[in-house]
């Protein structure tokens, strides 16, 4: 637009100086030499406007550079500014090992900025903006929030993602996903789902079908499996063989093998109770209060004394004074001493 308005007001000025001097100065011609060389006469009006012509061609071809210099710049700040909305899209995202290169220094600070940081929009945040990568990652994000099932694969997300692993999820709580579904596919989705959805999984499954996922077990699960044991309802058979090496799959505190035998006094026979904390016993150091636990619990008085007899002076303690108000005839509550 500068440039047109220059351009007439240039051709403006050129031609009343060319007819001010041919009307009013001169309307003589004269002859120029060049280089030896004599051009043909050509009026003093136009030899006096001709430098002025000469000085518009040169200007114009100056400002036409640098607009065209300035348009590349524009454009650079544009492309970076395309490129910061898919730092953010992708920061909104959580994704893995981003990085985005940025032309301007201005967006290169802000961009080694946005793809170094954890950035995630607040509950029922939409952005008033005109981009349409942004508001559909927020409508996106806001979806999965509110339990919604959405469509996340153009963004090609990992399975370890916390939005892919809530979108699984809300998944899963519609029924779109059986907990089989989820276990049976171990590399498509994430361990953190697959162990909740394992706790579901084998509050009614057969014990082969909760072997064959183990790789999801946790403790939660497997005292969901203890309490099946011979259970009136949805009652799970299984040898002492099978529920050690479930027991084994884990890392148990003494506390927990403890809380693990008491889960099972309720349903599991006392001989099978008593056997298994005393295999897992003879494996396992912490399990052996489990194992005197049990054995006081089942009032299997003289074999707990002979395990505490055998053991070292220090050891078992508690267990030591319960046994000794035992035998002088108190009977106190086990769990008031663990």
Not at 52 to 60: D, G, T
Not at 84 to 112: C, P, Q, W
């Amino acid at each position: 637009m500068h440039l047109k308005k220059y351009s007439i007001a240039a051709f403006i000025l050129i031609v009343v100086v060319g007819w001010y001097v041919y009307a009013f100065v001169t309307q003589d011609s004269m002859s120029i030499e060049l280089f030896s060389i004599v051009l043909p006469p050509l009026s003093i009006a136009l030899l006096v406007v001709l430098p002025m012509i000469l000085l518009y061609i040169a200007s114009m071809l100056h400002m036409l550079f640098y607009s065209f210099m300035g348009m590349l710049k524009l454009r650079k700040y544009e492309k970076d500014y395309e490129k910061m909305v898919d730092s953010i899209v992708d920061a909104y995202l959580a994704k893995e090992n981003r990085s985005h290169l940025f032309k301007t220094k201005k967006y290169k600070l802000l961009g080694s900025l946005v793809d170094n940081a954890t950035i995630f929009p607040i509950a029922g945040f939409t952005a008033d903006v005109e981009n349409k990568k942004i508001n559909d990652v927020l409508a996106i994000i806001n979806g999965i929030r509110n339990g919604e099932v959405v469509d996340l694969r153009k963004y090609s997300l990992s399975s370890s993602n916390a939005l892919v692993i809530q979108n699984d999820r809300n998944r899963y709580k519609k029924g779109a996903l059986s907990a089989e579904d989820i276990l049976n596919s171990p590399n498509k989705y994430d361990i953190s789902l697959q162990k909740e959805v394992y706790i579901d999984f084998v509050k009614k499954a057969p014990f082969n079908a909760i072997e064959k996922y183990k790789q999801a077990l946790t403790k939660e699960a497997l005292f969901e499996i203890l309490s099946r044991i011979n259970a009136d309802s949805n009652t799970l058979v299984a040898s002492n063989e099978s529920l050690i090496t479930l027991f084994k799959e884990l890392k148990f505190s003494s506390k927990e093998y403890i809380e693990a035998s008491k889960k099972l006094s309720k349903s599991m026979l006392p001989e099978q109770r008593m056997k298994l904390f005393e295999t897992l016993s003879n494996d396992s150091e912490p399990t052996m209060e489990a194992y005197l636990f049990t054995l006081f619990d089942l009032e299997m008085l003289t074999l707990a004394k002979e395990v505490l007899d055998a053991s070292q002076a220090d050891d078992y303690r508690q267990f030591k004074a319960y046994s000794s108000l035992r035998e002088c005839g108190k009977h106190f509550d086990i769990n008031l001493f663990i």
